[in-house]
T-cell receptor, first 112, second 113 residues
Framework: GNSVTQMEGPVTLSEEAFLTINCTYTATGYPSLFWYVQYPGEGLQLLLKATKADDKGSNKGFEATYRKETTSFHLEKGSVQVSDSAVYFC???????????FGTGTLLAVQP | DVKVTQSSRYLVKRTGEKVFLECVQDMDHENMFWYRQDPGLGLRLIYF???????EKGDIPEGYSVSREKKERFSLILESASTNQTSMYLCASSSTGLNSPLHFGNGTRLTVT
């Protein structure tokens, strides 16, 4: 069945460091891929998405490229801020039902 | 902005009690979902609904039921709460458009003692 694997955290970085959170997926067909972010005490919110191979999603300085050949959707940011501290979830959807399958989440802690 | 409101932020119940978790959305979304979030397991889908009075099982429906009598409200019911149902419960809604984003509530932290 469909599944998402993302790197375990926590990831601890200093402010202005480069961020990569790895995400790989297993799916039949052509899923859409998402990154959601959960700030402390809040629900999840959509960060970015890509709906077909080679698409790049971007938002708030974060980027992720849909790589079909490596079945990956790694999240990157060039310079993190303390305010980026949160849990990041990679997810996929088969597009037909809008049901999402989530990874286990990666906690990012950015220190000043 | 879409608002998804979960009725309780924290809830403490005893084993065997019947528990209702309520969720209301204000954007006329057709789709509504209940997930539970546990450390190391991420989010797992319990039930979802595409329309009023319609429900579909997710990946972990055992021990749960749902009710959707009105479009804006989706209730999760624990018929007889057990300690392994202690968790964070997240409600979400979305429109029917392809790849429409899910909008989440802030969650209900349920503890069953």
């Amino acid at each position: 069945g469909n599944s998402v694997t993302q790197m375990e955290g926590p990831v601890t970085l200093s402010e202005e460091a480069f961020l990569t959170i790895n995400c790989t997926y297993t799916a039949t067909g052509y899923p859409s891929l998402f990154w959601y972010v959960q700030y402390p005490g809040e629900g999840l919110q959509l960060l970015l998405k890509a709906t077909k191979a080679d698409d790049k999603g971007s938002n708030k300085g974060f980027e992720a490229t849909y790589r079909k050949e490596t079945t990956s959707f790694h999240l990157e940011k060039g310079s993190v801020q303390v305010s980026d501290s949160a849990v990041y979830f990679c997810a996929l959807s088969d597009g037909a039902t809008n049901k999402l399958i989530f990874g286990t989440g990666t906690l990012l802690a950015v220190q000043p | 902005d879409v608002k998804v409101t979960q009725s309780s932020r924290y809830l403490v119940k005893r084993t065997g009690e019947k528990v209702f978790l309520e969720c209301v959305q204000d954007m006329d979304h057709e789709n509504m979902f209940w997930y539970r979030q546990d450390p190391g397991l991420g989010l797992r889908l319990i039930y979802f609904s595409y329309d009023v009075k319609m429900k579909e099982k997710g990946d972990i429906p055992e021990g749960y039921s749902v009710s959707r009598e009105k479009k804006e409200r989706f209730s999760l019911i624990l018929e007889s709460a057990s300690t392994n149902q202690t968790s964070m419960y997240l409600c979400a809604s979305s429109s029917t458009g392809l790849n429409s984003p899910l909008h989440f509530g802030n969650g209900t932290r349920l503890t069953v003692t």
